[in-house]
């Protein structure tokens, strides 16, 4: 499985529907082969918007998915893009609240 299928199934396995899925994954695509700074950050706020949107209309999303969603929005860029209580209210609402914010 491609880096690229497993970020897709991990944003399905948080309950993103399916053509936002596609989406995502095709900015990551766009960032691994440009290595541009925009394109990296385009698919942050992506992923970012994405998740807090579809809290309201998500399942519970499997640990595992989630935990490796949640570290990709943690890492540095996600850091200096989003606001640490941003960060911990998104893990929050996709159930992650016993997990710290890395």
């Known amino acids: 499985m491609s880096t690229i299928d497993a970020f897709e199934r ?9 053509a936002e899925v596609r ?3 095709n900015r990551y695509a766009r960032a691994l ?4 700074h925009i394109d990296w950050i385009e698919l942050y706020v992506g992923i970012f918007a994405t998740l807090r949107a579809s809290v309201h209309r998500t399942r519970a999303a499997r640990e595992a998915a989630l935990d490796r969603i949640l570290l990709l929005i943690n890492d540095d860029l996600g850091s200096e893009l989003f ?3 941003a960060r911990a ?6 159930g992650a609240a016993s997990r710290p914010i890395v």
């Open 89 to 94: 209210r998104l893990a929050q609402a996709g």
């Open 10 to 18: 991990d944003l399905l396995d948080c309950g993103v529907p399916h």
């Open 23 to 25: 989406a995502l994954g």
């Open 33 to 36: 082969e440009t290595r541009s």
């Open 83 to 85: 606001a640490e209580e």
